[in-house]
């Protein structure tokens, strides 16, 4: 059977997919019907009884699969748990009485027929075989047996014919048969395949829910512990460490900022409970080798903190040291022993702070470079960094002081259709020249999260898109511009209003504003993430799903959001002669089955552009179309397309 392997919820989703192309299949098949009968010549008084005797049999099985349409329509809205087993049956042998009665059409008047219809009825069938790829990709054996039944039997015929034509005819309708077939299994085994993901994720979000319910309780009884690995937590360690170095304020102290490596690899390979396991086995190695120091904290995730009395430095290193041996050292209970290591800064004090808050954020951005560098291993915050730091500092400064003032600015970079190169939208790119120094991107955005900047500086960024796009209105009604969003925006209950509030002052459509995300967003509190892209997508924006393929990508996530368009990293594009050609051939298949429009980021060349063009990118994007533009030179770029397109 071919539903064996999946369980009810999945069987329900599959015929939730094959009942929702029915009625369109059934249409179509009902007007091809007469068609073929009343098209072509009835003057034998015997063939034009028989193709009524074939039409009333054909328009039967039509009528009792648009009654079985409305009876599982009916049923689904007053039962969503609805029995699944009976639809998938009845709308299996639905589909194949009707490949029979295709079939059996060609095969019974094949000997009346003109070569006319006889090349009509085997487009026709082709036709039908062609679609059902994607119409029955719910059910593999039916998908299967429907575009054999339909094309193989009067292939085979035509085959037999003394006539060359048919026999070519034939020979087409075979190899399209095989092809058919091939697409067919392929469709429905990725269909398949993403139900079963949507599922497996909606179960482990459940899962999720319910933990986060119960451990809510023993945080509200455990107010200074750590309800995971009972070390103290967050508020706890500031609170006892703030007053040990208040009272003693001339001793010296050494904050440890420690943070897992390959922590993320065993939740996602291995699963969330074996990776509390980990941290549960870390925090009690970290126990016993700290079991002289003062202070030791899970601060958040896979972050532990330790603080702690020193002599000299290198006493602290070989501390440091027996730390990370520690927790490196194999987990002989489990399966993955070498996963785990650690990497961690230091700060000391007062040398690198006089405060706690300055002690972890010095000790975290000397970890974090250590990382950069060497993971597994230890660094101590030196001048270095501290300059590192102190340009932080004055770049978020003048971060905020440049949105009040306006003084960043956007760049423009145009995507075109892959076949008109027409341009459909343009990506806006945020820009700051600070003292004649261009700061990229990657630099200041990523301060502007740290500083909470990040959300004036995105409302600026939608604003100043808005302008453009209402220039745009006047010059090109149907060109969009899109804005990339951060996590923290989606964040912001207040989010949806704000951009709504946006577009209505500057009088734009919101179809016309295209919000972008990275897979990021799906790492994180899903359940927000999905009520806030849910309520833009109700008031008409497009929903981009930016830099697809790097990062946690979900695609249960994109099926319960609906995204509009998925945009394929760049570095797929640039490795199209190794695996980056199958990633792209498979974002194409997914998109014709979900709906959303595809772009390819990081196009450089005409060889790129045309190899993509010819496997159904619809949109193009980069260097060989356009570096980002500044706003002056947007229009005359416009016109100058325009005149190049026409």
């Not at 319960?560 to 199958?582: A, E, T, Y």
């Amino acid at each position: 059977m071919p539903y064996r392997n999946l369980n009810s919820e999945e069987r329900r989703e599959a015929v939730k997919i094959l009942y929702s192309n029915a009625i369109s299949g059934i249409a179509i098949s009902t007007v091809v019907s007469f068609i073929l009968v009343f098209a072509f010549d009835l003057s034998n008084q015997q063939t034009s009884h028989e193709k009524g005797v074939w039409l009333t049999i054909m328009i039967s099985i039509l009528a009792a699969r648009a009654i079985d349409v409305i009876w599982f329509l009916k049923d689904k809205k007053s039962n969503p748990l609805f029995y699944a087993n009976n639809y998938l049956k009845r709308f299996s042998i639905g589909c194949i009485l009707t490949s029979i009665s295709w079939c059996g059409y060609a095969l019974w008047f094949h000997s009346s027929s003109s070569t006319i219809e006889i090349t009509t009825t085997i487009a026709i069938l082709s036709a039908f075989a062609g679609g059902s790829a994607n119409l029955l990709s719910g059910s593999r054996i039916t998908a299967v047996l429907y575009s054999f039944i339909l094309l193989a039997p009067y292939s085979f015929l035509l085959t037999l014919s003394d006539d060359n034509y048919n026999y070519v005819l034939g020979i087409l309708g075979l190899t399209f048969t095989a092809i058919m077939i091939a697409s067919s299994y392929k469709s429905a085994t990725f269909t398949q395949s993403a139900i079963k993901l949507k599922n497996q994720n909606r179960e482990l979000l459940d899962e999720m829910e319910d933990k986060v319910e119960r451990r809510t309780e023993e945080i509200y009884r455990l107010s200074n512990t750590d309800p995971l690995t009972n070390l103290l937590n967050r508020t706890a360690f500031l609170k006892n460490a703030n007053k040990r170095l208040c009272e003693n304020p001339d001793e010296p102290f050494a904050l440890l900022f420690v943070d897992l490596d390959g922590f993320k690899q065993i939740n996602d390979t291995l699963g969330h409970k074996v990776g509390d396991k980990v941290l549960k086995e870390v925090a009690r190695r970290i126990s016993n080798v700290c079991d002289q120091q003062l202070y030791k904290c899970r601060w958040g995730g896979d972050e532990f903190l330790i603080l702690t009395q020193y002599q000299d430095t290198p006493q602290l290193v070989e501390f440091a040291n027996n730390v990370l041996q520690s927790i490196g050292a194999e987990h002989e209970k489990y399966k993955y022993q070498k996963w785990v290591s650690a990497t961690i800064g230091i700060a000391k004090y007062p040398e690198h702070g006089d405060s706690l808050n300055t002690l972890i954020r010095s000790a975290d951005i000397s970890m974090y470079h250590q990382k950069r560098i060497a993971k597994g291993s230890v660094n101590i915050y030196n001048d270095s960094l501290k300059l590192k730091q102190e340009r932080e500092n004055l770049l978020s400064y003048r971060l905020a002081s440049a949105i009040k003032e306006n003084s960043l600015r956007l760049v423009f970079q145009p995507i075109v259709d892959s076949r008109t190169n027409k341009v459909t939208s343009f990506e806006s790119l945020l820009r700051w020249q600070l003292d004649g120094e261009n700061i990229f991107p990657d630099e200041f955005i990523a301060i502007a999260e740290q500083y909470g900047l990040i959300t004036e500086l995105g409302l600026w960024v939608i604003e100043q898109a808005c302008v453009q796009a209402q220039k745009f209105n006047h010059l090109e009604p149907h060109i969009a511009v899109s804005v990339n969003v951060s996590v923290i925006q989606l964040q912001d209950p207040e989010f949806v209003t704000k951009v709504v509030n946006i577009v209505n002052i500057y009088d734009v459509e919101p179809k016309n504003l295209h919000i972008e995300i990275t897979e990021s967003v799906f790492a994180e509190d899903k359940l927000t993430f999905l009520t806030a892209v849910k309520a833009l997508q109700k008031q008409g924006f497009c929903i981009s799903i930016d830099d697809f393929g790097t990062g946690y990508s979900s695609l249960s996530s994109m099926l319960d959001i609906g995204v509009d368009i998925v945009k394929i990293d760049r570095s797929f594009i640039q490795n199209m002669d190794k695996r980056g050609l199958s990633i792209i051939h498979a974002i194409v298949q997914m998109a014709s089955s979900l709906d959303f429009m595809v772009v390819a980021e990081g196009v450089e060349t005409i060889e790129q552009s045309n190899t993509l063009t010819d496997i159904g990118v619809s949109h193009l994007q980069g260097y060989y179309f356009s570096k980002p533009m500044e706003q002056a030179f947007v229009n005359s770029y416009l016109n100058e397309q325009n005149k190049l397109c026409s």
